[in-house]
Structure formats: C-alpha cells, structure tokens
C-alpha cells in the first residue's frame, strides 16, 4: 500500500477525536461513528494526514465526478474570489450569466432557464414548488425506492426509509412503486410497472396531480437502470394527465452515466430536471433546477415565490463552468462510456467467479453489486435497510486495503471518478475481488 509523510499540523487521530467531539455525524448514531481522517486528495485518491492512500471508488459522495484536486478549477475558484466572491442574487453576474447559457445548451431538449440552488435537496424542493405554482396542482407522485433529499419537503418526497423519521410531513406526496422490488423478486415489465402508474393516478384523480418525481437512473436505492420504455412511457403518462415530468440528476447526471445526464439514454425532455454534485463536481456546493420555457414563460407576470442568499453564488457557478470546461477538454463522457465497458466486464468476471455475488448493475460509471447469501433463492446478504456481520467484514476489508466506496444494506457502489484508467479500475478490482471472498465464505 502507497504510503507517504506529508506536512500535516493535525494528526488523523486528533480529526477524529475533535470532528466527534464538537460536531454531528449524519445519518448514523454518534458512538458508531468511525470517520476515516482524509488530509488532500489527488485524481481517483485521497490520503490520511499519515500518508495512507485510499481509492476513491465512490467520487466521495458521488458527485468528485472529474477526480480531486483538478487545477483548472482550483483556478477559476481563485481567480473568482480575487474579483467578486458574493453578490446578491438581485445582482446579474458574469459566472450565473454564463452558466446559465451553458447549461441551455447541455440540457435535455428544451430546457433553458435554471434557478440555482445550494444543493440536491434545494433544488428538489424549488422544482416542485415550480410545478405547484405553474399546475396549479398540489400533490407530488414520487417513488418508494428514491432519495431526494434531507430538507422538509425533499425528504417527504424520499420514498426509502429515511424518511421515516421525519414524518409526518409535508402533505400531498403519493409514492408509487418502481419496476425494481429487491433481489428476490426482481423486475417488472415496462408495461406492468406503467400500468400501476396509470392505475394510481386515476385513483388519486389527476387533475389533484402537479408532477412526478423521479431520479432518471434511480442512486442510493440500488443503481436502478429503467427498462426500456419505462422512462418514454412515464412522459406519454405526465403528457397525457397534464402532470408535470421532474426528473432528479443529482446523483445520474454530469456524466456518471456516460451522457450528460442519464435521462438522455431515452431521449426525454422532462419539463423539470435537478441536478447538483457534479455541477461543480463538489469543488463548491451548488444545485439548479433547469424548466422548460413552458413553465417560466408562466412567471412573467406572476411571482416565483422562492429565494436563497445563495442563489448564483458567484464562486459557485465560477466552481461549476471550470467543472464543466473539464469534463469536455477531458472527454470524460466518452471515458465514462469506455471506462464503463471495462467495469461491466469486471462486474461480471465477480459475478462468474463469486458465489455470493447475486446482481450487477451499471451504467456508464455507476454501478452496483447486490451481495447474497443464496444465489437460488436470492436471499440477501443483509435485510431491507439493516446491515450483517458479513457486510460489516466485507466493508472493513475493503477500508484496511485503501479503497473507499458506499456499503449500503447488502449492496456496495463502485462510482469511480469519471477520469479513472482501465489500469486504476484493475487495481480497485482486485481488492473487490479479494473482500469476496469474506462474502463467500457465508453463502449456503
Ligand atoms: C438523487 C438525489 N437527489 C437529491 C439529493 C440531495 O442532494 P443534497 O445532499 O445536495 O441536498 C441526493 C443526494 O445524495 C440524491 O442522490
């Protein structure tokens, strides 16, 4: 394992010891909190303020998706603060007016006007205050395997179960299922799973429905690639009952997929699309919502009642256009398409050899594996939103060996940075490869 000493003024130890002291952990208890200290960050690495190196297989929280530490932005970032770090968002700015137009011209068909945001949630919770006031119409169609966001409103739109805690909430949201319903029972048809749709909104009365939201390649809830014909038939539904079509690419756009956002694969212009992550690639945080003309030619006369101190944070969207200059200079969306070829292959060499490997699934470079402890039966290595002592060994064999990534129920990630190289790829393979072995061990 790649060591090294580096000038550090904190040791890994005290990070920790002071991060857990004074400050709140998310989504876990606070006596299970075992952070790994990270000091700088390098392409598809990060290191420990004692030198030890990690691969980054999930781009942090999937959304480094041009790779740390990139100078181009650093940069731009710089160059930004030197002139105007903050201005109003009364104010027009060079970077909001530039990105704006630029992100015109990559997003699906149509869209053309954005409003930004400080993130995924914000942005989910703009989109659909938009089709609320645009519809006239209150309630939200969303779905039970999603995440969108921890805000008020975004987290009553989560289906999984992190929205438990925090219900009740907002009212007027109506989850549907998707056409994925775990391991065991696997897929349904495009046309069953369109058909529920359909079924759900005559019984909630369409005209009482503003939109549905939906991430485009579904994230935390499994790498939940549509059938084909699922995401065109949802447009024909949202067209047909005058719902408004929101599609959520926080997680799935920027590349991930291989196509600047994933809804692109189907060739559907929603009339709403969020993004963030790998907007700025998380050198700065920023969202946006981006709407067809359609919907904000209606707020001409009338008042978008939304704001944030933030919105087109000047340094932000200077984050976002360097970010966006590098994937195209890099060509990192074919990279992610042929990069991507490659992890399918490493997915199914896994699965050929690994008894407990139960599912893979990817696209461009997001990607999953599905661990099970009975191949027949497909029976999970770990519970619907628990864990096991197999996943906790498999996730801490890979921690020891240097490579990062998201261990989530039974499932783990493998969401490189977009810049990754077949010969990187192989070298975060093979240590998969050796922490199945653990996964093996247990199966019947
Ligand atoms: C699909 C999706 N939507 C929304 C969000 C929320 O974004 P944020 O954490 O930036 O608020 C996430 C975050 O992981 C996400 O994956």
Redesign the pocket.
């Known amino acids: 394992m790649a060591t090294e000493t580096l000038n550090k003024t904190m040791s890994g130890e005290e990070m920790v010891a002071l991060s857990k002291k004074h400050t709140l952990f998310e989504w876990t208890a606070q006596s299970k909190v075992d952070p790994i200290p990270v000091a700088r960050a390098k392409g598809i690495y990060f290191w420990t303020p004692e030198g030890k190196r990690f691969i980054d297989f999930n781009s942090q ?1 999937m959304c480094v998706n041009v790779g740390h530490g990139d100078p181009r932005i650093v940069r731009a970032i710089q160059e930004q603060v030197e002139v105007l770090a903050y201005a109003n968002p009364f104010m027009a700015t060079e970077p909001r007016a530039r990105l704006g137009a630029k992100l015109a011209e990559i997003a699906p068909g149509d869209i053309d006007v954005f409003f930004f945001t400080n ?4 942005a ?1 919770e703009n989109a659909i205050k938009l089709a609320r006031l645009a519809s006239g119409r209150h309630k939200i169609l969303a779905r039970y395997r999603s ?4 805000t008020a409103g ?1 987290m009553m739109l989560t289906g999984d179960p992190r929205r438990w805690a925090a219900e009740p909430g907002m009212p007027g949201v109506v989850h549907v299922l998707d056409p994925y319903h775990g391991i065991a029972r696997g897929w349904d048809t495009a046309e069953e799973s369109l058909a529920m749709i359909e079924e759900v909104i005559q019984l909630e009365g369409a005209h009482t429905i503003a939109a549905f939201i939906l ?1 485009s390649v579904t ?2 809830n499994g790498v939940l690639i549509p059938p084909d014909g699922y995401m065109q038939g949802v447009r024909e539904i949202c067209t047909k009952h005058g719902i408004l079509m929101i599609c ?1 690419e ?2 799935a756009g920027f590349g991930r997929t291989g196509e600047w956002f994933a809804i692109d694969h189907w060739k559907v212009v929603p009339d709403i699309i969020t993004m ?2 790998g907007l700025t690639s998380a050198y700065v945080q920023l ?1 946006a919502v981006g709407m067809r003309r359609s919907i904000s030619d209606q707020f001409k006369d009338k008042v978008f009642y939304g704001g944030l101190t933030y919105n087109s944070h000047p340094l932000a969207c200077a984050a976002a256009l360097a970010s966006i200059r590098v994937y195209e200079e890099d060509k990192l969306l074919e990279n992610a398409r042929k990069t991507g070829v490659v992890m399918k292959e490493l997915h199914a060499d896994l699965a050929r050899r690994h008894p407990s490997v139960g599912a893979a699934r990817s696209i461009g470079l997001f990607g999953l594996i599905e661990l099970v402890r009975d191949r027949a039966k497909k029976v999970p290595l770990a519970p619907f939103n628990g864990t096991s002592d197999e996943m906790t060994a498999f996730a801490k064999f890979l921690r020891q060996e240097g490579l990062y990534t998201f261990v989530r129920w039974n499932t783990f990630f493998t969401n490189p940075p977009l810049c990754i190289t077949e010969l990187e790829m192989r070298e975060a393979f093979a240590i998969i490869d050796r922490a199945l072995e653990i996964t093996d061990r247990a199966v019947a």
């Open positions: 929280l993130g995924g949630a914000e989910n995440y969108h966001g921890a975004s991430e994230g935390t959520d926080v997680m963030a992550k969202g």
